[in-house]
């Protein structure tokens, strides 16, 4: 399975396009965000112009996806029942009224979903520009036997 950077970064006028740089961008920094605030870490935003073409950009993202897969593998019980402290929940409130708290195991579930959305956006756009963009299907991903993420430089 091509990793969707990869198909991105397999054309050049893909990996040079704004929007889909942008669209990639924005997956990585909520995960970034979410990731600091399970961790409760400082929330450092790099903006996209921070990355000086789409494989920096790849190469940010393969780094979030190893800092993640570090901090999965020591969650806990107690951990996933804690409460997600979100610094924009009261900008939230201007659309949903009261924003009720939710948990580092709901937020957890969050992430995937609003990647999965946006990477669907991404592959539309490499379709649209001629590209082939990859199988992103996740029953895909169990047929083939589970394999690890392929980025464009493994």
Known sequence: ?????GAVLSNDRTAADSGIRERLHHIHAVQSAY????TRAELKYKEVSAFEDSAALARWGREQHRRMARFLAGLTEEKLDQIAVLPWAERLSAQFGTVHDSTVAETLMQVPWHSTNHRG???TKLREMGSEPPTLDFIAWVWMGKPAAKWPDN
């Open 121 to 123: 956006q991404v592959l």
């Open 35 to 38: 990731f600091t605030i399970w």
């Open 1 to 5: 399975m091509t990793s969707v950077f």
